[in-house]
């Protein structure tokens, strides 16, 4: 169950904010030529749109529900847990303060905190999940980095590293080849909450009894005036809560769970 090829690679900024919005735009410019009502308010809407999900709070529309899908882990939930599973995100290539190794950007490295702290209260096995190798160096994954960071930086050992997957899907299923046959199954699955829903239904349906454990919780930001000017940030959330509604709608399509 693998994500559309157009959810890929370099066409992915092309059907996310802010690139698809100014597409709009400059569609709307160009249709004012001919039909200048339409054309306007193509235009105005779509800039309307691009600016108001550069705000937080514009953010937040998107955010929380995706949050609201997932809660906070508690600590009688994972009391039956067999292991842990941290899920990657990206990664800083050939960073000069750590000899030029690549290590996990800072989402991954949020989750890896989480996992380290989970890891050190309950002393579960912990399995890293990333692959996206590049083709100049065989064997680099992201799970590789995040062993690393995991042993290095937060005294965290790792049992199991599965470098081979390119998306969330092939974390779930590649992981469950490892810990099945194991006769794992019961998961604290990390990841940031936003992209806890996707990440759970695609283990769940790779046989795994799943016990979240979301992490960065964005919708919690206290909303001050400053969350209604635009900011980096408030296009940054934008841009990941749309790639996640658009993977949880086609991976629930797939499945059937959205029939």
Not at 41 to 55: E, G, H, N, Q, R
Not at 81 to 102: F, N, R, S, T
Request: hydrophobic share 50%; net charge positive; proline share 7%.
């Amino acid at each position: 169950m693998s994500p559309p090829i157009w959810l890929s690679g370099a066409v992915r900024p092309l059907i996310l904010p802010p690139f698809n919005l100014i597409l709009l735009i400059a569609a709307g410019l160009l249709l004012s030529k001919w039909r200048p009502r339409a054309g306007r308010i193509l235009t105005a809407c779509s800039a309307a749109v691009l600016l108001f999900l550069c705000t937080a709070f514009g953010a937040d529309f998107l955010v929380r529900p995706l949050e609201k899908m997932t809660r906070p882990l508690a600590v009688a939930d994972r009391t039956s847990a067999q292991a842990i599973v941290v899920l990657a995100a990206g990664k800083m290539e050939d960073a000069p303060e750590y000899k030029h190794a690549d290590i996990p950007d800072y989402i991954g490295l949020a989750r890896l905190r989480y996992a380290a702290k989970l890891q050190h209260e309950t002393g579960l096995p912990v399995l890293v999940s990333g692959g996206n190798v590049p083709l100049d160096a065989p064997g680099n994954s992201k799970a590789l980095a995040m062993e690393n960071a995991l042993r290095d930086d937060f005294r965290t050992p790792v049992e199991w590293v599965e470098g081979a997957s390119e998306n969330t899907a092939e974390n779930a299923v590649f992981s469950a080849k490892i810990l099945l046959q194991k006769n794992i199954r019961r998961i604290l699955l990390v990841t940031d909450a936003m992209h806890m829903p996707r990440a759970k239904m695609v283990f769940t349906q790779a046989g795994f009894s799943v016990i979240a454990a979301p992490t960065m919780f964005f919708s919690a930001t206290r909303i001050d005036p400053l969350a209604f000017l635009p900011s980096a940030e408030g296009l940054r959330r934008s841009y990941y809560a749309t790639y996640e509604w658009i993977g949880l709608i086609w991976y629930g399509a797939l499945s059937g769970g959205f029939r």
